[in-house]
């Protein structure tokens, strides 16, 4: 019942797609990249929903993994893609309305160059920390990292990515010093945090939740605005004391910007339907994500209000990578 009531109350996102939707068939296979290494969420978002494109569009999706440069190469790469269907691209926030104010060259530009199609999933942050740590609230490490400026290390996916952006968005709010140490993608990070050489992540919920499931860390906070139902007891940054870091790390597809509009209509209306559908739906919550679906117009004004929102964390904390 909990999903068909979801389901319901997404329904206006795919109700108010066009007729023409449902013109549109693709004559070859979908290939679908995704802009980070297999495991990540993007990853996982790809394949589900492309699984399904055999049954709904006639024609397979390809799941196709480009990463680096914080998911940049991908979404160059279908920037420059023929617009015909052919290629669209799992993105996030990051992707889309961080990297633009952190790189000097991300090869496309997310207003002019990509075409918003579809969000299907967000999730929020978990601060976490190892089970052994002294740390057991946001409290004892807001004032470690006070008695100690700099000595507190956090480890992120990649200079660039939500999960730093979250932990300068917690260090413009608490005014600490905590030492950022990039990777590339979220495993090794978590990695060295569990082998104890870095103190602490702000890491996309489902990639932290076998870890805190199993209990090898300990979940301080989460980012969004009420508790994650994954981890009922861990509270909010609000709860804890500390107002103002509220992160979502929505997931959409997007696609080559002259995509023409009964093509993109008739993908985020197929995209959608197998996001909201009973079994997918399951499946992205067992991955630690909520249903979120949104159309082309309301994907281009959620993006819109993201880069305002970034933009100024961004230049606030004065970071660029080089």
């Excluded at 992540?201 to 199993?214: K, R, S, T």
């Excluded at 959608?272 to 992205?284: L, M, Q």
């Excluded at 909520?290 to 904390?317: C, H, N, S, Y």
Aim: charged letters at 20%.
């Amino acid at each position: 019942m909990r999903v068909a009531r979801r389901s319901l109350l997404a329904a206006p996102a795919l109700l108010a797609l066009p007729a023409r939707a449902q013109s549109w068939m693709p004559d070859r296979p979908v290939r679908i990249l995704i802009p980070y290494t297999p495991g990540a969420i993007n990853d996982s978002l790809g394949r589900l929903i492309g699984e399904r494109f055999q049954d709904l569009l006639g024609q397979p999706g390809l799941v196709e993994n480009r990463p680096g440069a914080s998911g940049s190469l991908a979404l160059a790469a279908t920037a420059q893609a023929a617009p015909d269907g052919g290629t669209i691209v799992v993105a996030n926030t990051a992707n889309l309305c961080m990297n633009p104010f952190l790189f000097a060259n991300t090869g496309y530009d997310s207003r002019k160059d990509l075409a918003p199609i579809a969000v299907v999933a967000r999730v929020m942050n978990a601060l976490v920390v190892r089970a052994d740590s002294p740390m057991r609230s946001v409290a004892d490490l807001v004032a470690a990292a006070k008695a100690k400026p700099g000595q507190l290390s956090f480890a992120s996916s990649g200079a660039g990515s939500s999960p730093h952006l979250a932990a300068e968005l917690f260090k413009v709010r608490t005014g600490i010093d905590i030492t950022h140490v990039p990777y590339r993608g979220s495993a090794p990070g978590l990695a060295d945090l569990l082998g104890g050489r870095i103190t602490l992540a702000i890491d996309n919920l489902p990639n932290v939740l076998p870890h805190v499931q199993d209990g090898r860390l300990r979940a301080l906070a989460v980012t969004g605005t009420e508790r994650d139902p994954a981890m009922p007891d861990v509270p909010t940054f609000a709860e804890a004391g500390f107002p103002g870091v509220e992160v979502y790390v929505w997931f959409g597809f997007v696609g080559p910007a002259a995509l023409p509009a009964p093509i993109r209509d008739r993908l985020a209306a197929t995209i959608i339907r197998i996001a909201e559908s009973p079994g997918t739906a399951e499946r992205i919550r067992r991955a630690g994500a909520t249903v979120w679906t949104r159309g082309p117009a309301q994907m281009a004004t959620l993006i819109e209000d993201e880069l305002q929102k970034w933009g100024t964390v961004i230049r606030a904390a004065n970071l660029r990578v080089e």
